[in-house]
């Protein structure tokens, strides 16, 4: 069965997208008018519309989402407006999810197809998603308290330390760890670019227990995934025909991996957006900057804070979205059996 089409899928993806919307509309409308007059001081009536028809407003609801109009922020986290905040984090956001989230599949991938014992008994394995949420925020803990509270090895909080950043003319705080950095504001390159190899190395300091935090359960779950799905395969296609050859040594494996292709891809939607969760968990385990923190931050300090966190969300849910058409559209041809 031939996949499908493009135009298809991106209608899909716009229906998803509208859903989104009309979702955070309708939560947006259950906050008090006088807690969103805080967060758009002296404008809110003229940019969301407030006085209008409930139809009316969902557009201009719309239109701030677009344009990150989205009043301002007083929260621990971030003074400012909305999108600034957003703007600063979004880059580190980025980078971090990409990094750790491509690391921990290209060595799952590996575990998965060429560990031998993991291969042939993994089918036995019956993993549950929905526990990767608990196992990132226990990882998390456990990391602090074992490499921070305990060793000493690695710092607990912070994406910079400020006696390092304070050195660098090219990097500036905007208070509670905010840190922005020129030309690209993303920390890891801007340090490459300048020759910094004390940022260079501080900031890799305190990414590191954010990262295994997500990088553990990740591997282990896709890992195990794989190796099953590989199981499948490699019993369904070649152990039936008495062949005793090993699936390692010889090209079998090629065979297997064209195979599990796309069971892995349509895999993948569903870990990513449970790793956007635990992202948002580990940044505020360990003050890391990025989007997930300021959500955090914005929805626990709701008087002065509620709107950057459904803008928030809503940037993070449009990189789910974002990811989701990606892998539809380079596994659209893909085969439908599970």
């Known amino acids: ?46 940019v969301l519309g407030i006085n ?3 139809v009316f407003q969902y557009f201009y609801f719309l239109r701030s989402l677009l344009t990150g109009n989205m009043g301002y922020s007083n929260t621990l986290f971030y003074s400012g407006t909305v999108y600034s905040a957003v703007s600063i984090t979004i880059p580190e956001t980025l980078l971090f999810l990409g990094v750790t989230f491509a690391i921990s599949y290209m060595v799952s991938y590996f575990i998965g197809i060429y ?13 549950n998603i929905f526990p990767l949420l608990f196992l990132y925020l226990v990882s998390g803990l456990i990391l602090l308290a074992v490499f921070s509270g305990i060793l000493g090895w690695l710092p607990s909080h912070g994406i910079l330390s400020s006696s390092s950043a304070a050195l660098n003319g090219w990097v500036s705080s905007t208070g509670s760890s ?42 282990v779950y896709l890992g195990v995934f794989i190796s099953h799905e590989a199981s499948i395969e490699y019993n369904k296609k070649y152990m039936r025909a008495g062949i005793s050859r090993n699936a390692f040594m010889d090209s079998y494996t090629i065979y297997i991996k064209r195979g599990i292709r796309s069971r892995i891809f349509r895999e993948m939607k569903s870990v990513f957006v449970i790793f956007m969760g635990g992202m948002v968990i580990v940044s505020y385990i360990f003050s890391y900057m990025n989007t997930g923190e300021f959500a955090i931050y914005s929805f626990l300090n709701y008087d002065y804070g509620i709107m950057g966190g459904i803008y928030s969300f809503f940037v993070l849910a449009i990189i789910v979205i974002i990811f989701d058409l990606f892998i539809d559209i380079i596994n659209r041809g893909g085969r439908n059996e599970i």
């Open 1 to 46: 069965m031939r996949g499908a089409k493009v135009t298809d899928i991106l209608l899909k993806y716009f229906l998803i997208f509208i859903g989104l919307t009309i979702f955070l509309f309708t939560v947006y409308k259950f906050v008090p008018i006088a807690v969103i007059k805080n967060d758009f001081p002296g404008n809110s009536i003229q």
């Open 115 to 127: 560990s031998g014992t993991v291969f042939k008994t993994a089918k036995i394995v019956n993993m």
């Open 52 to 54: 209008r028809n409930i």
């Open 178 to 219: 905010i840190y922005t950095t020129s030309p690209t504001n993303i920390i890891f390159i801007d340090s490459i670019i300048h020759g910094s190899s004390s940022i260079f190395l501080n900031f890799l300091k305190h990414m590191a227990l954010p990262f295994f935090s997500l990088f553990i359960p990740t591997t």
